[in-house]
């Protein structure tokens, strides 16, 4: 009779051992479901940031990204930044380099390339409201994006983005 409680003993922490794994797992796809909900894959509460001020300007964008999937920064210009009646928004080239420009509206009325910056020259119509730009663009690879920002050369801002592959 003793060989059958060693049979049952053996079988018991096997079925422990199996039932802590289950719950480790259960765990982990619980924590990695919540992860996804809060937007730790892109799209939702911890991938939304906006750096910037009010006075000057304001830029919205993804935080966390996928590699080919669609995005958008959107930036906010104080009436006070325009010059002659345009708004330069220069963006680093390591940035620039890292991405496919789908869409820029309104569309920029010129284009130039510095040694590492892009600069984008929009007509922004008088006014008190702050412009408003998107920038609609996918990112062409994965890993770590960071460069600054900056409105008629001056106001830089960082963007720190992450692209999952």
């Not at 963006?91 to 284009?111: F, T």
């Amino acid at each position: 009779m003793t060989g059958t409680n060693e049979d049952f003993d053996k079988v018991m922490r096997h079925h422990r051992k199996a039932w802590r794994v289950e719950r480790i797992a259960w765990f982990v796809i619980a924590l990695t479901l919540a992860a996804a909900l809060f937007g730790a894959f892109g799209g939702g509460v911890l991938s939304e940031a906006q750096v910037g001020s009010r006075q000057t300007v304001t830029i919205e964008y993804d935080r966390l990204l996928r590699s080919s999937a669609p995005s958008l920064m959107r930036f906010h210009v104080h009436p006070s930044l325009r010059r002659d009646g345009a708004v330069r928004l220069r963006i680093d080239r390591s940035i620039v380099s890292r991405m496919e420009i789908e869409s820029i509206v309104p569309q920029p009325l010129s284009q130039a390339s510095g040694a590492d910056y892009t600069e984008f020259v929009f007509d922004v119509a008088p006014g008190e409201s702050p412009a408003t730009i998107d920038l609609r663009y996918r990112p062409s690879t994965f890993g770590r994006m960071r460069g600054e920002v900056s409105i008629a050369g001056e106001h830089a801002l960082v963007i720190d983005q992450f692209v999952y592959p």
